[in-house]
T-cell receptor
Framework: NAGVMQNPRHLVRRRGQEARLRCSPV?????VYWYRQLPEEGLKFMVY????????ESGMPKERFSAEFPKEGPSILRIQQVVRGDSAAYFC????????????FGPGTRLLVL | AQKVTQAQTEISVVEKEDVTLDCVYE???????LFWYKQPPSGELVFLIR??????QNEISGRYSWNFQKSTSSFNFTITASQVVDSAVYFC????????????FGSGTKLNVKP
């Protein structure tokens, strides 16, 4: 996974609480992607960010979900008022940029909503 | 639109058997990239291979081999002499050859290798 860090690795929340997932990309990478993996399914694209900008959020639910990648610090995926259907593994991928480069995936955060 | 289909939901084999995991993709792009990832029970994604659309040469890496055929839009993965440690979910993925680099994943094939 080439140095992409995600924390926490496991997160338990009760319905209605907020979940904050953090992703620290590979040093020098300024692009971050978030993917969601529902149980027994493949990964689905959620959002693509470059430093301080959201480039593509076509895969992110319009309500309760938000993402940011500030100039300093990790990228944050925030889920407000979580529901049981939000239980999933959330993967972050880091990318340097350029068509010849590829993404490096983090270990994922497993969110369980009780 | 981009789409990746892994029709085999689950495969069970006995150790030392060969097994092929199928992957069929759809894209109108002329430049694209294909990937295989392994997801063991621990949950992380392990990168196996990346292939660009202009390179149709088959690749072999130890017990793993990949067969890329543009004529059938397929990128199949074969494990020779399977081992119990190969048990995992395997994902095929496609990315467009543009700056957005968004990945489109198949639904995965769960491989069970029994001793």
């Amino acid at each position: 996974n080439a140095g992409v860090m995600q924390n926490p690795r496991h997160l338990v929340r009760r319905r209605g609480q907020e979940a904050r997932l953090r992703c620290s990309p590979v040093k020098g990478h300024s692009h971050v992607y978030w993917y969601r993996q529902l149980p027994e399914e493949g990964l689905k694209f959620m959002v693509y960010l470059q430093k301080e900008n959201i480039i593509d959020e076509s895969g992110m639910p319009k309500e309760r979900f938000s993402a940011e990648f500030p100039k300093e610090g990790p990228s944050i995926l925030r889920i407000q008022q979580v529901v049981r259907g939000d239980s999933a593994a959330y993967f972050c991928a880091s990318f340097r940029g350029g068509v010849q480069e590829t993404q490096y995936f983090g270990p994922g955060t497993r969110l369980l909503v009780l | 639109a981009q789409k990746v289909t892994q029709a085999q939901t689950e495969i069970s084999v006995v150790e030392k058997e060969d097994v092929t995991l199928d992957c069929v993709y759809e894209t109108r792009d002329t430049t694209y990239y294909l990937f295989w990832y392994k997801q063991p029970p621990s949950g992380e994604l392990v990168f196996l291979i990346r292939r660009n659309s202009f390179d149709e040469q088959n690749e072999i890496s130890g017990r793993y081999s990949w067969n890329f055929q543009k004529s059938t839009s397929s990128f199949n993965f074969t494990i020779t002499a399977s081992q119990v440690v190969d048990s995992a979910v395997y994902f095929c993925a496609l990315s467009r050859g543009d700056n957005f680099n968004k990945f489109y994943f198949g639904s995965g094939t769960k491989l069970n290798v029994k001793p």
